[in-house]
Structure formats: structure tokens, C-alpha cells
């Protein structure tokens, strides 16, 4: 039986890794087919976003946060792969009825495409977010090597939120539509064009409860200050998603039984 155990996880994970690549190039051509600007509307969002909290935040009500834009745009570019991905894959098993319904085919990867997706327009926005930084005067020291770490950790967290939303909205349609309110709350309660040191004291430990508060300072840590990250709160948020993973996906398994009934 062990001969031909191990041949066999090998197929299966050869297999998954090509579904992977395949369901991620069919939505990278879906998204933008017919497109003239193609993958330069990822940036598009951000860089109005960035152009707004500028305006307000420099010109109208300045606040003290040197390099600015920086400051800014990273924390964009890091909130909204969680924002987009966390959205799309709450509609992933509505949006994918034909595949749900073809015998055999693993539903839990799913979530995973969408992440992976967001995953690349992230790759794919970073050496923007590089000319920043340049522009601002930022030296990158090599700490930017630990980078990985910190989008395997948001890859987790993601994907983690993603099958429990995902199998609540099959059920429960209304969950997609309470996400986008719950998200947009979350992205002023997440220090993305403020300093969490402008933060009164009674209330920094309220927003340490929101995992997206370690990651984006552990992004800025890295990119901008060229220094360590906070490792304590990384491997508190680590522990809690090597736990909150398998109950997300045996969650997620077991609602799949329902999901063609449902659609």
C-alpha cells in the first residue's frame, strides 16, 4: 500500500495545481476580455483612492505621516486584495453553477482561485508601489525578502474567511450584500490613510482585535521602515489560522452536499 500511496498524492496534487492554473487564467481572461487597459485597472481603484486621501489629508485636513503617499497606497494595495477576494469568493458557488453541478469536481478549490487571483493583481501592483517608495526617498533594505511570509499569512487568513462566507451565502443570499457594509466599516476601522498611533490609547486594543491591523503594519514595517515586522502578533495571527483553516473548510465540505439543491 505505501508503493503506491505516495504516486498517487502526487497525482492529486498535480492535478489540483493545474485546475488551480487553469481556473485562474480563465478568470484573468474573463475579467479582462474585451479590455483595451487590461490588468492597469487594478491600479486604477487604488491610485484614485490614493489621489483622494491626499487631497484631503495634505491639503484640507493635514495630517503629520511622513511619505505620505506611501504610507497610503501600501495599505491600499494590501486591503484590497483582502476586500476583493473576500467579496468575489462569498459569490464564487452562484457565480460557478456549471461547475458545481459536473460530478467530481472539487468545489474547495474555488475559494482558493479567487485568492490566488488577487494574489497576482497584488504581485502585479507591487512594483508600482516600489516607485513610490523611490519616489518618497525609501531605501528597500533586504528585510523586503520576508514579503512571502506576510502574503502566505494574508493567503491564509483570506481563504479561511473565504470557504465560511462562501457556504453561508449559498444559504443565506443576503450575506454577500451584509459583507460589502461589514468590509467598508472595517476599512475605516483599519489604519489604512491614518496612523493607529493617532489612535486613542483606550481604543488601540479594539482595533488589535482586527487581524488586517497586524498585517498592514507588518507590510509598512517591511517596505517602509526597513526594519522587522512585529514577529510576536504574526505568530499569534498564525496559530489562530492554522486553526480557523480546517474549521473553515470542514465547514465549507459539509454545506457542499447542499450546494446544488440550493442553486
Keep these: 500500500m505505501k508503493v503506491f500511496a505516495r504516486p498517487l498524492y502526487k497525482r492529486q496534487v498535480i492535478y489540483w495545481l493545474d485546475l488551480l492554473r487553469e481556473l485562474v487564467n480563465r478568470d484573468m481572461k474573463l475579467l479582462y476580455k474585451r479590455s483595451v487597459m487590461g490588468v492597469t485597472w487594478t491600479l486604477i481603484n487604488p491610485l484614485l483612492q490614493l489621489a483622494v486621501f491626499a487631497f484631503i489629508f495634505q491639503l484640507v485636513l493635514p495630517v503629520s505621516i511622513p511619505k505620505y503617499s506611501s504610507f497610503v497606497f501600501s495599505g491600499l494595495l494590501v486591503w484590497n486584495w483582502f476586500q476583493t477576494a473576500l467579496y468575489q469568493s462569498t459569490g464564487v458557488i452562484i457565480a460557478n453553477r456549471a461547475l458545481i453541478r459536473q460530478p467530481g469536481f472539487p468545489i474547495a478549490i474555488l475559494p482558493v482561485v479567487i485568492t490566488t487571483t488577487g494574489l497576482i493583481h497584488f504581485m502585479l501592483a507591487l512594483p508600482v508601489l516600489i516607485i513610490f517608495l523611490l519616489i518618497d526617498g525609501i531605501e528597500l533594505k533586504p528585510v523586503i525578502l520576508l514579503l512571502p511570509i506576510l502574503q502566505a499569512l494574508q493567503f491564509v487568513l483570506t481563504v479561511s474567511l473565504s470557504y465560511l462566507l462562501a457556504a453561508l451565502n449559498v444559504t443565506f443570499r443576503d450575506t454577500q450584500h451584509t459583507l460589502g457594509i461589514i468590509l467598508q466599516l472595517f476599512f475605516y476601522l483599519t489604519p489604512i490613510f491614518y496612523d493607529i498611533k493617532n489612535v486613542p490609547l483606550g481604543y488601540q486594543y479594539l482595533y488589535y482585535l482586527n487581524p488586517m491591523v497586524h498585517i498592514v503594519s507588518a507590510y509598512r514595517a517591511i517596505l517602509m521602515q526597513g526594519t ?36
Design 228 to 263: 522587522q515586522p512585529n514577529w510576536q502578533s504574526l505568530f499569534i495571527l498564525a496559530v489562530v489560522m492554522v486553526v480557523c483553516l480546517p474549521i473553515g473548510l470542514q465547514f465549507f465540505k459539509r454545506q457542499s452536499h447542499r450546494f446544488v439543491e440550493e442553486l
